[in-house]
């Protein structure tokens, strides 16, 4: 029996986060040894080498002089600073509080799209917002003893990215998405390369280390599509709160991969960005239902 349009939206989003949480955790395995703007290069290279590859496969390059819309610019500095800030942050903060934080990105979304796309939100949906952020700041721990640089590092990310998607958003169909993805690979590895030197240098990149960056150029590529194709596929009110599986991800590698503890500050905050995003998704679906009912009324009186 074929999987619904919702289904196979759901698996691929499923998937987007798993292959992008084990990306992280394998950037965070060589943060101590090498510099962010050459693991940036490194993985960009080869995520660029492997998508030139497919897309000259697929057919994709007929396309390519697309890649001057001025909307995929914008959308490349939003993607490579949100990479900038995430790596770096990586190297001092548990994986499992990174991932906890990143999950207040589809909030960030909706009040980007209320303050600059004019979207309509709700009393309850702005609560919902509220109620995330509160979960962030626990997490955060805002005190001397508690707040770390890295931390905000991460929330700045968050913003970065719901930037990125916002813009993917308006960029709709314009561009394949591979030629999507192949754009932010290589400016990551052009900036990669032009930051090397302000942010540490080259250092010798053992063959674990390369391995590891090989791995995670893989993954991330499945990744790229994966969140593309999804977003694409099935309902986005359905499909993206699979988007929280990736704490779950972030959970399991921290445990075992980093022998990281979560502790119940962390799960707290991390239930209630859950929670409140979870309601501002239902929230957009009976709105999204209500105009559609509405439309359709319309139409047949009419």
Not at 43 to 59: C, D, H, K, S, Y
Not at 91 to 101: R, T, V
Request: hydrophobic content about 55%.
């Amino acid at each position: 029996m074929p999987l619904s349009q919702n289904a196979r939206g759901a698996l691929l989003m499923t998937l987007a986060m798993g292959v992008f949480t084990a990306n992280d955790a394998l950037v965070k395995s060589v943060t101590p040894f090498l510099s962010v703007g050459q693991i940036m290069m490194i993985r960009g290279a080869m995520t660029t080498v492997m998508l030139l590859a497919i897309a000259w496969r697929m057919g994709a390059l007929a396309h390519i002089r697309r890649m001057t819309h001025p909307l995929l610019f914008l959308r490349s500095i939003f993607e490579i600073a949100g990479t900038v800030t995430y790596v770096t942050a990586l190297g001092s903060i548990q994986l499992a509080n990174a991932g906890a934080i990143m999950q207040f990105i589809p909030l960030a979304v909706t009040l980007g799209a209320s303050l600059f796309f004019r979207e309509q939100v709700g009393w309850r949906r702005w609560l919902a917002i509220l109620v995330g952020f509160i979960g962030v700041m626990i997490i955060l721990r805002p005190t001397p003893s508690g707040f770390s640089v890295a931390s905000l590092l991460v929330v700045l990310t968050v913003f970065l990215t719901a930037g990125r998607d916002l813009t993917t958003r308006r960029l709709g169909l314009a561009l394949p998405a591979l030629l999507v993805s192949l754009f932010a690979a290589s400016t990551n590895m052009v900036v990669g390369a032009l930051l090397m030197v302000p942010m540490g240098g080259w250092h010798p990149v053992s063959i674990e280390q390369f391995g590891h960056l090989a791995l995670a150029s893989i993954l991330l590529l499945m990744g790229y599509q994966s969140i593309i194709l999804a977003m694409r596929e099935g309902d986005v009110s359905f499909v993206a709160p699979f988007r929280y599986t990736s704490l779950i991800f972030a959970l399991g590698l921290g445990y075992f991969a980093f022998d990281e503890q979560p502790d119940g500050l962390m799960v707290l905050g991390s239930c209630l960005i859950i929670a409140s995003g979870l309601y501002a998704f239902y929230r957009e679906r009976q709105r999204a239902q209500s105009i559609a009912a509405e439309t359709s009324a319309g139409t047949a009186s009419g």
